[in-house]
């Protein structure tokens, strides 16, 4: 009988043991979560936007966005101020003295140039390597190396150990080109001079992008060398692990274990350390959605910066609720110029405030595809900018975004949310049935629409397929648009489901009719989303493909005068979304946070959706002043006081 | 015994070696490049490289590489012709230090670029024994409970109760249950906590869930062979002599009604212990289980591999000890 338990005293034992030797994190100051795994914290590999909010945290470039103000202005990062030449064409950075790494060392111009580097070579494969391009030289610079990469792997070696030496050589020799051909010039340890190939009006925008911040060289190189077979540098993982990183930002990296938590202390090296009002985050991966929700609500987290659950058009709704509650009092303080969560704040406190429905700098959109065949051989009706003009304007996008999404968020007649750019002016879009006033304006579109299907002969028995991707909803506002074009343009459709890879592949073969689509910006410029209908632009799903699009672009990259150069942006929009619609603009999108507007101050309603966490105060504990944090106005003194 | 043990450690090899290479096959025909990430695509040279260096551009280098470096022929290969030594001495003329290297190496993770597939097992691993660990001992307690009161008055009240929440158990998807324990348990009563794994009582409802369907088949079995064993000679035997009741049925019927419930617990085990996607997703368990799904859909070959690996190899390794633990409580079976 005894001999039969011993496999549960081995359980038992087992279980103990492990019990005791895993430990929880200590409690943090805040909570948050993200809505996945960070991928990685290598700030010129990331472009998920959770590795992007979170290495905001550790790293800091030469300058910041500050996301607090409307403007979303330019302020001092690591570079205490900056010259422009006057051809536009040459900054010059000057470092503050007391910028340091965490480990105490000082933040050089040498470190931003190995940095920079590193985006810069086809071997890491940076998701933003264009952005860098811009630099003079980058681009020789990447070819070169590049070309030389192709050569090694078709040359035949003596032997392996030749094939290594060689490829060492390759790399030293790859370390001296770029500093013979790059723009870009340590004048001293303090002073970093870039040279860019021509004019680049949002330069600085990109500067504030967590991609060009810089990381620390005597550690990252340890962890890089060339591939003995390929050549290509290849990067070991390791030197982004708790206890080993070294950065340079608001805070350190304390503990990461993969798809359980990361923790972040507050960097004591930190230069402006004393602006911090918390000493330490927690991040833990709680991936589900509904789990995250839940959790909140037991009270383990301050924020969840992404809620996807399926209900969150509830919670919205909900909010909503509350606020018509206190209608009086919301539309006082709105025409006072007061933004949401300072309202939220200033609102008697209730559960259902904890959600916000904040604007985001994203759209959802259809592609259409704009080769002259379809994938089978077909002629492709969509090929006619009529067409396209025709089923754009009979999607009701109303009764996707009030009915299907159910967050509230705004319809799109442009590509670009407007008003997330300072000084840019969208263009109008085309008239949508959605939109229309009346029944009889709805009517005359719907009229109008399929006048220019009749001029393009459109063929009667055409079946229109949607491809999107399994989960998030997109089978529902796929079935909603086929629904607004079988009722009013009279055409059969199909819709199309695929696991994401296959729906990527699709996309980027052009294998599909229409297809579901998505881009969030990334810096405070138009080209951000413009340059994705660019003829040769590897995100041209479309295959859209317009000389005079093209040029525009082209002449406003040329074009010195800011104003200038957004008329022609604008004008470049204006041929996507109300000539050529080689996608139709569906909603713009807004991100739902949960935080409690009264415990959590510091974040913003800028819709360009970028939080800097370490902003945030937790109010009523015993750090930082406690005292909320409001947007501030392109006027306010305070905000003038701390422009260069 | 030492044959038995010998013969299945022998086999070992020879069953992953076919495992890896039907995996590898599956894995390869997904569709999609796992290099890319779908919002920047680099440029069609770029990848090429890239497929290069991983070997992702032919599936016979593939195959034969994954294999030398994952089975330590390729770091003894290494150790012993020198490379290793050359690599560390061109390491020094460039004046960085070499990087650890492990002898079994799994490779990188392609979808996380900060982690190799060696750092996931080790950090998911204990994570998803522990929870199974607990989820079995759970499972044996309820089912074995069940199923000696199920035995002993068949088909009355009590039988069929147990009976019907044995089947609810096997039917009910474990989301649903989690859902309702978390709602229940942590949000309602507030005894356990959500999304913070490592303390005990976080283990309570995770394990709990995890440990139904088991339970449900251990009751099962266990009614059934304690049925058919208080039907036997020796019970009544047992009974004549004067034996007290429960010494009868948890002494001399109870130990042989174990023996089916013995030989599941080997795969039993191994599944419980290699994860549960569902469980983890739900009580967010930093488990093993996640990566049995996603790796695929994110066509993650390297991890893909090293999870299938693991869990074959636990399978294998559970239904040994299991078959050695059978020997023993039953010196019949040779």
Avoid at chain 2, 282 to 288: D, K, L, Q, R
Wanted: net charge negative; hydrophobic share 40%; with cysteine.
């Amino acid at each position: 009988m005894l001999r039969m338990l011993v496999p549960i005293v081995l359980l038992i034992f087992l279980v103990g043991f492990s019990v005791i030797s895993d430990r929880p994190q200590p409690p943090a100051d805040l909570v948050f979560i993200n809505s996945s795994e960070v991928n990685t914290l290598d700030p010129q590999r990331m472009s998920w936007m959770h590795d992007l909010r979170t290495a905001r945290l550790l790293y800091q470039g030469l300058v910041q966005n500050d996301v607090l103000s409307d403007d979303f202005s330019i302020i001092p990062g690591v570079a205490e101020s900056w010259n422009l030449s006057d051809d536009g064409v040459t900054y010059t950075f000057h470092l503050r003295k007391d910028a340091r790494w965490s480990n105490g060392e000082p933040v050089t111009s040498e470190d931003f140039r190995y940095s920079w580097r590193r985006a810069m070579l086809p071997d890491l494969v940076s998701d933003y390597v264009n952005m860098f391009l811009n630099i003079q030289g980058a681009q020789e610079f990447y070819d070169w190396r590049q070309t030389k990469l192709e050569k090694f792997s078709e040359r035949s070696f003596e032997s392996s150990a030749d094939r290594q030496e060689q490829a060492y050589e390759l790399w030293i020799e790859t370390q001296s080109k770029f500093d013979e051909i790059v723009g870009m010039q340590a004048i001293d340890d303090h002073t970093l001079e870039i040279t860019l190939k021509h004019p680049v009006p949002y330069f600085l925008e990109l500067c504030a992008f967590v991609v060009f911040a810089p990381v620390y060289e005597p550690l990252v190189s340890q962890y890089e060398r060339p591939d003995p077979v390929t050549a290509r540098l290849i990067r070991k993982p390791g030197w982004t692990k708790p206890k080993v990183l070294i950065s340079n930002g608001p805070f350190v990296l304390d503990g990461w274990r993969m798809k359980r938590d990361m923790r972040l202390e507050k960097n004591t090296n930190y230069w402006d350390k004393d602006s911090i009002a918390i000493d330490s985050i927690l991040i833990p991966s709680i991936t589900d959605p509904n789990a995250g929700v839940l959790a909140y609500q037991t009270g383990a987290l301050d924020w969840i910066s992404d809620v996807t659950a399926p209900y969150r058009g509830d919670m919205v709704a909900q909010k909503l609720e509350f606020l018509e509650e206190h209608a009086e009092q919301v539309a006082e303080y709105r025409a006072q110029g007061l933004d949401q969560f300072t309202i939220d704040r200033l609102l008697p406190a209730d559960p259902r405030a904890h959600t916000h429905a904040v604007s985001s700098f994203g759209t959802y959109f259809y592609n259409f595809n704009c080769k002259p065949n379809l994938p089978d051989g077909q002629p492709n009706p969509f090929a006619d900018a009529r067409v396209r003009r025709a089923f754009a304007m009979c999607v009701d996008k109303k009764s996707v975004a009030d009915e299907v999404r159910r967050l509230g968020e705004p319809t799109a007649s442009t590509l670009i949310p407007p008003g997330s750019i300072g000084g840019y002016t969208s263009p109008k879009g085309l008239p949508n049935i959605g939109d229309a006033s009346s029944e009889d304006a709805r009517q005359e579109i719907i009229n109008k629409a399929q006048e220019l299907l009749k001029d393009a002969n459109f063929p009667d028995d055409f079946i229109v397929s949607l491809a999107f991707n399994k989960d998030s909803g997109h089978d529902l506002i796929a079935q909603a648009i086929a629904k607004s074009w079988q009722k009013h343009l009279g055409v059969k459709t199909k819709l199309e489901q695929n696991e994401i890879k296959i729906f990527r592949d699709d996309l980027k073969n052009k294998q599909y009719m229409t297809a579901r689509a998505g881009w969030f910006g990334d810096y405070g410029d138009p080209t951000t989303f413009l340059d994705i209908n660019y003829s040769t632009d590897g995100n041209n799903d479309r295959a859209y493909d317009s000389e005079i699009f093209d040029s525009l672009l082209d002449q406003a990259s040329r074009e010195l005068d800011q104003v200038k150069r957004l008329v022609l942006l604008s004008e470049a929009e204006r041929i996507i979304t109300e000539e050529d619609l080689p996608l139709i603009p569906i909603f713009h999108y807004a991100t739902i946070y949960m935080f409690d507007p009264h415990k959590i101050t510091g974040l913003s309603t800028h819709p360009r959706t970028k939080q800097n966490a370490y902003l945030i105060d937790v109010l009523d504990d015993d750090r930082g002043p406690n005292e909320p944090k409001p947007m501030r106005h392109q006027s306010d003194p305070i905000l003038e006081a701390t422009s260069p | 015994m030492m044959t038995i043990i010998l013969r299945r450690l022998l086999a070992l090899p020879i069953i992953l070696l076919i495992v890896y290479s039907i995996t590898l096959t599956l894995a390869w025909a997904v569709p999609g490049n796992p290099l890319e990430n779908p919002e920047k695509r680099p440029k069609p040279e770029v990848i090429e490289q890239m497929n290069k260096q991983y070997n992702l551009d032919s599936f016979p280098r593939f195959y034969v590489s994954y294999l030398s470096n994952a089975t330590g022929y390729q770091y003894a290969k290494d150790y012993f012709s020198g490379q290793m030594k050359r690599e560390r001495e061109l390491s020094e003329q460039l004046g960085v230090p070499v990087p650890a290297r492990p002898i079994f190496d799994f490779g990188p993770s392609l979808k996380y670029d900060d982690a190799t597939v060696n750092e996931i097992i080790r950090d998911t691993l204990p994570v998803s024994v522990t929870l199974g660990a607990s989820a079995i001992l759970i499972a044996l307690f309820i089912g074995v409970g069940a199923g000696v009161i199920g035995a002993v008055k068949p088909n009355s009240f009590l039988d069929l109760s147990t009976l019907a929440v044995s089947m609810i158990g096997i039917s009910l998807p474990g989301f649903v249950i989690g859902t309702v324990m978390l709602l229940v348990f942590a949000i309602n009563l507030d005894w356990f906590p959500i999304g913070q794994w490592g303390t005990p009582r976080s283990i309570v409802l995770p394990a709990i869930t995890l440990s139904l369907p088991f339970a449900a088949y251990i009751a099962r079995l266990t009614r059934m062979g304690m049925i058919d064993a208080l039907g036997a000679d020796y019970i009544r035997t047992a009974r004549a002599k004067g034996a007290a009741e429960y010494s009868v049925l948890l002494k001399h019927a109870l130990k042989n009604a174990f023996l089916p419930v013995l030989s599941f617990l080997g795969p039993a085990t191994a599944m419980a212990m290699t994860g549960s996607f569902v469980i983890e997703r739900v009580f967010t368990v930093p488990g093993m289980g996640e990566h049995f799904v996603n790796a695929v859909q994110n066509k993650d070959l390297f991890l893909i591999i090293g999870v299938v690996l693991v869990f074959a190899t636990m399978l294998i390794v559970f239904n040994l000890v299991v078959d050695v633990l059978y020997r023993w409580v039953d010196p019949r079976i040779v």
